[in-house]
């Protein structure tokens, strides 16, 4: 067993997309839900609250009667103020996560010192103030992002040519996101000792606080570019034991051979499509959490959606080694495809349990 992860046997989780909240239950994402102090908290039981009611005998919920002084949105997926720091606009909107609009800025040196100087970070500070001064304590974290994700924010697709044509001048542009995302993420962890829970709830069941990269744009690069340019930063962020990476896309095998030279990748956020036993060839020790994909849980039966939650599970392996998740569902989805993620994962616990694997 991995001493960072403990050894809870299929984890599962879901985030519901803001879609869902607002058109279920009227709660509104504008800048107020994330900044203001009172709705901060208020809305962050409420959806606790709700969790519980809708789907409390599978676990969720369990802070129903708490409340709690979430700095960040841990009941969403949505990563933007990093961006913000740096010079993107971010539109707030009712019913859909904060929208990131590309800055196209000029690919010269970032000053990371000036972020932490910007509105945006401001705006953190005086919520985190506000909320020790009546709590004393803080909870939850901020949505950070990743070293290429921020960089398509800032460069918007010109980035991919800056890869092609000036790599020299990448490496330092890369160099001085990480800046920003490790002081960022060291003055989180600081205040609430943990970093990623709103990067993927999932890691909130893991024995220590997982260090989750993401890396949802690694599926427009190559595993060359990758290896030349970003696994740098894993390599060195894997010695933040638990390390992790958040790879949405569809083809996270394509990378398996180099995530396999990261000296410690605890936790794998693996996306729908990923082929499992090639991952699980050069991954033996690593937690995978296998993504379901929230276009397909609208379109698929209940059978079939059991039926793909037991193949991936299977073909990870190893119980202890796998969770099982599925993040940003809209309101399309019904309630008994999501109760039959949790039935189905229980049933697998069962079997695994009862062969004492």
């Known amino acids: 067993m991995n001493e960072f992860l403990g050894n809870t046997i299929l984890p599962v989780d ?59 949105a841990v009941h969403l997926a949505a990563g933007f103020l990093l961006s913000e720091m740096l010079g993107c606009t971010v539109n ?5 996560p904060p929208q990131v609009l ?72 890369f160099d001085g996101i990480a800046q920003v995302i490790e002081k960022f993420t060291s003055y989180v962890h600081a205040e609430t000792g943990s970093t990623s829970i709103s990067v993927n709830r999932g890691v909130r069941h893991m024995q220590k606080p997982v260090f989750l990269h993401s890396e949802c744009s690694h599926t427009m690069i190559s595993a060359e570019d990758y290896e030349t340019f970003l696994l740098p930063y894993d ?7 638990p390390f992790g990476i958040h790879y949405c896309g569809p083809d996270p095998h394509r990378m398996a051979a180099s995530f396999a030279k990261i000296p410690h990748l605890d936790y794998l956020d693996l996306g729908w499509g990923g082929d499992v036993k090639v991952l699980r060839a050069h991954l033996p020790d690593t937690f995978f959490n296998i993504r379901l994909s929230p276009v397909e849980m609208t379109r698929q039966s209940c059978d079939e959606i059991s039926e793909t939650i037991t193949r991936l599970v299977h073909d990870s392996g190893n119980p202890y080694l796998t969770g099982v998740c599925c993040i940003n569902m809209d309101n399309t989805v019904s309630d008994d495809r999501i109760n039959t993620i949790f039935e189905t994962v229980a049933d697998l616990k069962k079997e695994y349990l009862e062969n004492k694997v």
């Open 14 to 72: 879901i985030v519901l997309a803001p879609e869902w909240w607002n058109k279920n239950e009227k709660i509104t994402f504008d800048r107020d839900f994330f900044y203001h102090p009172l709705k901060r908290v208020e809305e962050e039981q409420k959806m606790e609250k709700i969790l519980y009611e809708r789907w409390g005998q599978y676990g969720l919920g369990s802070n129903k009667g708490t409340v709690r002084p979430e700095i960040g």
């Open 92 to 96: 707030y909107q009712e019913n859909h």
């Open 102 to 173: 590309a800055a196209h800025q000029e690919l010269v040196l970032i000053d990371p010192e000036k972020a932490f100087h910007s509105v945006a970070f401001k705006q953190v500070l005086d919520l985190a103030g506000s909320l020790k001064k009546k709590y004393g304590y803080l909870s939850g974290d901020i949505n950070w992002g990743g070293v290429l994700n921020i960089a398509m924010d800032l460069r918007g697709e010109d980035i991919f040519m800056d890869m092609m044509l000036t790599p020299d001048e990448v490496n330092p542009y």
């Open 235 to 241: 390599i060195k962020w894997s010695e933040k034991r």
